[in-house]
């Protein structure tokens, strides 16, 4: 068991949990019994209690098992971030099926891979995708849709900017199989006792992996418990707190951090549809929120407006999340507008979030944390398997009880990303790390990211996190550009801050001073954007890709 990190715990903080043996619902239920009054959601200044909560859930659960959801069914849940996307996904385990969480960004021909892998014969959706769904609706793949309007729930006097999809009106349904929202809830049917338990099938995440079509994480009751447990633990939250919820619940580390995590605790979640730096701000102060979950990104965007040091953020106690290294020089700036550090953490869809966490009172900057309560992490020389040391660099394996079961219907990329190591069961990340002396870990890059230069090994998060100190630099994304004669070679696309007038070749020199010489990116491309994935993280496989689609180039 790897233990060198126990000398940085935190103080009066066990090494192992006994984790609860309740289903997600049972969390929900005892929150409700417990608060019933207090706020369990807070969109757009509309408050919805914990008791309305519940009730909404379970008015819900009962049309989803009236329309022929059974235990274990799997349940479409496609939709943007609302009060509708936490009452259908404690509704669906409500009915003791299962959450199958879906990017609403997909389009129809990719629900096809969702649909015919899961055999789901449901789905919920926001009003704005249902043309995504309507067509497997008319072919009959699917029986039922029911359709939210995310307006149903907002205050017609907020003062706050609502994104388009909030501001709509429902819109009328006319197609067979379509169900409005209120009409499902309204239907009158009562869901018959809940049987689910902490070892069934609770939510099957998609991870998309670098190659093929997206897998199925299998995560039980249990396991999604074990994340949301080991947060509120670790970092000491208790039911008065207040959390700004504005990544994406489908994602696992919104889903555990904005919703289940909150839920489980009895606080409150000021829920937000879609990131907006000023409305994100403005929610802070109002509401005075003490905890928020982001990723690096949106830290980067909010500080990078100057409006932002007029409003009172301090409230705000514990700022977290992951998805990439925070910028040093980020870091600092943050630090001196709130008095905070923000704490990087480790999880991947197939550990329901969080396996490593930083210690809240002595984290490292650029820095994946230290395993949390019973995760037992290690190093290995991917090629040989061989466990590696201090300070070497290897692919991270874990082993703990937030673990997904394994690949839904993937026999073998279960038997490609699992390993028998000291009599335990540990999955492979496919992530290059190593830890230090005292126990932390760090991140270099993905396996299949590295970048081989005339023989020099070159891991773009590296460069990308050294190019981020450059002062009129606001974004960096490094990937491979093809080279005629060395086959591969380094490239950064880059956004500059606001008024900056860098040249490339004068970033390009400064790179220079900063890092190795076969690091230094050989072309470096001014860009008004870096393309993103829904949960705001860079996505640099399609950066990746338009670039080698291109002819190699061969010169200097």
């Known amino acids: 068991m790897f233990d060198r990190h126990h000398a940085v715990w935190p103080e009066n903080v066990p090494y192992s949990l ?163 929202w209120r009409e499902a809830l309204n239907a009158g049917h009562a869901p018959r006792a809940h049987t689910a338990r902490s070892e069934d099938l609770a939510v099957l995440p998609y991870s998309s992996g670098t190659t093929g079509a997206p897998k199925g994480c299998m995560h039980t009751h249990a396991s999604v418990t074990a994340t949301v447990v080991n947060g509120l633990v670790w970092t000491q939250a208790h039911p008065e707190g207040r959390t700004l919820g504005t990544l994406p619940l489908f994602h696992v580390t919104g889903m555990q951090n904005s919703m289940n995590a909150p839920i489980y605790a009895g606080s409150t979640v000021v829920l937000m549809t879609r990131w907006d730096r000023l409305t994100a701000a403005r929610l802070i102060e109002r509401y005075r929120i003490n905890r928020w979950t982001s990723i690096v990104t949106m830290v ?64 490292k900057k650029q820095c994946l944390g230290v395993p949390l309560f019973d995760v037992d992490s290690r190093v290995i020389d991917p090629d040989t398997l061989a466990e590696l040391g201090v300070g070497e660099v290897g692919e991270i394996i874990t082993h703990g009880p937030q673990v997904q079961a394994g690949y839904w219907r993937r026999p073998e990329a279960n038997a490609a990303s699992y390993m028998e190591l000291d009599g335990k069961r540990f999955f492979r990340t496919g992530d290059l790390g190593y830890y230090d002396e005292a126990g932390y870990f760090f991140i270099v890059d993905r396996v299949k990211r590295m970048i081989n230069a005339s023989g020099y090994k ?28 060395r086959g591969e070679r380094v490239k950064a696309c880059v956004v500059l801050a606001d008024e900056a007038t860098a040249t490339p070749e ?34 640099w496989r399609a950066l990746q890709e338009a670039e080698w689609a291109e002819p190699a180039r061969d010169d200097a």
């Open 506 to 539: 004068a970033i390009r020199e400064w790179c220079r001073s900063q890092m190795a010489a076969y690091k230094v990116p050989s072309h470096i491309e001014i860009c008004q954007s870096l393309p993103r994935s829904s949960t705001g993280k860079i996505q």
């Open 300 to 363: 980067i965007d909010m500080l990078a407006d100057p409006a932002i040091e007029a409003f009172d953020l301090s409230s705000l106690e514990h700022l977290s999340g992951g998805g990439a290294a925070m910028p040093e020089a980020v870091s600092d700036k943050l630090f001196a507008l709130t008095g905070l550090r923000y704490v990087e953490g480790y999880g991947l869809s197939e550990t329901i979030a969080a396996t490593h966490l930083n210690p809240p009172d002595a984290p």
């Open 18 to 180: 006994t984790l609860p043996q309740t289903s997600l619902y049972e969390n929900l239920e005892i929150s409700a019994r417990r608060y019933p009054d207090r706020p369990a959601i807070i969109y757009y200044d509309q408050a919805i209690t914990y008791a309305a909560l519940d009730d909404e859930v379970n008015r819900l659960a009962g049309f989803l098992q009236a329309q022929g959801v059974a235990a274990g069914d799997r349940v479409l849940l496609f939709m943007q971030n609302a009060p509708q996307f936490v009452i259908a996904y404690y509704a669906i385990l409500r009915a003791d099926a299962v959450v199958v969480p879906v990017n609403p960004m997909n389009q129809a021909p990719e629900l096809a891979h969702y649909i015919e892998d899961t055999e789901a014969r449901v789905a919920i959706c926001g009003q704005e995708r249902f043309e995504a769904v309507a067509p497997w609706l008319a072919e009959g793949d699917l029986a039922c849709c029911v359709v939210a309007a995310y307006n149903d729930y907002v205050e017609a006097d907020t003062d706050l900017t609502l994104p388009d999809e909030v501001a709509a009106s429902a819109a009328p349904l006319e197609q067979d199989g379509a169900v409005s």
């Open 458 to 485: 070159v891991w773009p998060a590296e460069v990308e996190s050294m190019m981020f100190n450059h002062p009129e630099v606001r974004e960096a994304c490094v990937i491979s550009q093809p080279d005629a004669r």
